[in-house]
């Protein structure tokens, strides 16, 4: 299936671990990216790369690493975790730079960290 | 402070019914998208609009874009339960990066 496949789906951990999720996209995207979906379900902007590079990097705690070993894959590692660091994590693609007039970001189903 | 602002934060119809919901802000965005979220799931695209005014109808929803681009509204014509879910918009000035709004939970009941 073309999608956008991010594991695991759900993490559960203790505080000041450290812990990492993948992301991998077989859609050809240029373009990936991490997003957080908060209690209230607010979704913010984290990182974007395009082909590899860092494109958009929101303020978000150095204790946060994306990493884009290809175009096709876009993990994070988070270090050192906090009790406000659970959420819903969502990894995404899009075509080209970004979303366009004709078509939209193509979302993974989320990883839903609990630190405990 | 968010950006896009969405309204009513939750919303509880009958099978049948009709509803709109509301998406709005201060700026001037150049295109605004709309998704919808089922649980467990990630966002999926229903649209874009990208002209001021401009409406787009797919199957039972309707978007509309305001004539100033800094709103829009989905009307679901009516309403089941597979309408179920969040529904997001999400503000674009430059295609460079979208900001969403928090979402509207649409509970649709047999």
């Known amino acids: 299936d073309t999608a956008v496949s991010q594991t695991p789906k759900y993490l559960v951990t203790q505080m000041g671990n450290d812990k990492s999720i993948k992301c991998e996209q077989n859609?050809?995207?240029?373009?990936m990216y991490w997003y957080k979906q908060d209690s209230k379900k607010f979704l913010k902007i984290m990182f974007s790369?395009?082909?590899?590079?860092?494109?958009i990097n929101e303020t978000v705690p150095n204790r946060f690493s994306p990493k884009s070993p290809d175009k096709a894959h876009l993990n994070l590692h988070i270090n050192s975790l906090e009790l406000g660091d659970s959420a819903v994590y969502f990894c995404?693609?899009?075509?080209?730079?970004?979303?366009?007039?004709?078509?939209?970001?193509?979302f993974g189903s989320g990883t839903r960290l609990t630190v405990v | 402070t968010q950006l896009l602002e969405q309204s009513p934060q939750f919303l509880s119809i009958q099978e049948g019914e009709n509803l709109t919901v509301y998406c709005n802000s201060s700026?001037?965005?150049?295109?605004l998208q709309w998704y919808r979220q089922e649980p467990g799931e990630g966002p999926v695209l229903l649209v874009t609009?990208?002209?001021?005014?401009e409406v787009k109808k797919l199957k039972r929803l309707t978007f509309q874009f305001g004539d100033a681009r800094k709103d829009s509204s989905l009307h679901i014509t009516a309403a089941q339960p597979g309408d179920t879910g969040l529904y997001l918009c999400a503000g674009t000035y430059n295609f460079n990066k979208f900001y969403f709004g928090s979402g509207t939970k649409l509970n649709v009941k047999p």
């Open positions: 790369y395009n082909n590899k590079e860092l494109i």
């Open positions: 995404a693609s899009s075509q080209d730079g970004g979303p366009g007039p004709n078509y939209g970001y193509t």
């Open positions: 859609l050809g995207h240029d373009t």
């Open positions: 700026s001037v965005f150049s295109s």
């Open positions: 609009v990208v002209t001021g005014g």
